[in-house]
Every structure is written in C-alpha cells, then in structure tokens.
C-alpha cells in the first residue's frame, strides 16, 4: 500500500481525535503527553530532540518533546522504528530540513522531513502540536510506514 502525505495527514488527524485531553493555542483537544510537561520553543526543535531521542533509543528524552502515543504502546520500539526510517532517509537531528505542509502562517501541523541526499524514498510526515503557553510537541503516534 502506497503512503502518501495525503493518507498520513488523514491518519495522523484521525488519531489525534481520539483519546485527548488538553488543549491547543486553539482551543483544540490534544492527547496527552507522557511525562505530563510542557512543549519546547519551536517545532524544529521538538523533532531534533525527538530524533535525538530515536538514535540513543531514550524514551525519558522522547517523552520531553512528544505527544499523543497511545497507552500501552512500547515508546522504545517506536524510537526504534523512527531511527531506522530517519536512517533510511539520511535524516539526522543536524540536518532535518521541516517544510510545512498546507497553512505556512501557522506552526502547528504537518510538516515533511528531508535531510541526506534526495532519494526516491516517500518523505517522513509528522504532525506538530502547539500545547496552550507551553510551546510545541510532536505527535508521536508512529505513521504506519514505519512498521517493522
């Protein structure tokens, strides 16, 4: 089945309708995080530490900048499967690139990621999430590409 950024935005979205409990700058309801903090100063830097956190395999360090993983859900295993589509990719927490998919004027939302050499590969969707004052978070759901 081909993934494309229309199905991931899709999924992305219809996982973030479920289970949610705080709220967005908007007024929106967000899932809750794991470590029950609060976001980081810019989108870019939430999914450099959450790729830092993939290629040390820490889950304390994803949990700081995440959002929106189902309970139960090993977080270690899914930083396991980040690392190796992030490696895939050529995709390190030095050299994401983050372009903004649909409204450019808002932070929050989908953005696809690049990094190494341009390749064939589809490029890796995340959904950033503004918590209400607290800063950004990423939606940490793991896309259904990255089952291993």
């Known amino acids: 089945m081909a993934w494309t950024q229309r199905t991931a935005t899709a999924a992305l979205v219809a996982v973030a309708l479920t ?54 859900k090993d977080l270690g295993r899914e930083l396991e499967k980040l690392r190796i589509a992030a490696r895939e990719q050529g995709i390190t927490a030095e050299n994401v690139r983050m372009v903004k998919i649909g409204e450019v004027e808002l932070e929050t939302g989908s953005y696809t990621l690049s990094g190494g050499p341009v390749n064939d590969l589809e490029p890796l969707t995340f959904q950033i999430i503004q918590l209400k004052d607290t800063g950004y978070r990423v939606f940490f759901p793991v896309p259904e590409k990255f089952d291993l």
């Open 19 to 72: 289970g949610c409990s705080a709220s967005s700058d908007r007024g929106e309801s967000i899932p809750d995080s794991c470590d029950g903090g609060g976001g980081v100063a810019t989108p870019k830097t939430a999914m450099e530490i959450l790729l830092v956190a993939a290629s040390q395999s820490d889950a304390a360090l994803a949990c700081t900048v995440t959002t929106g993983t189902p309970e139960g």
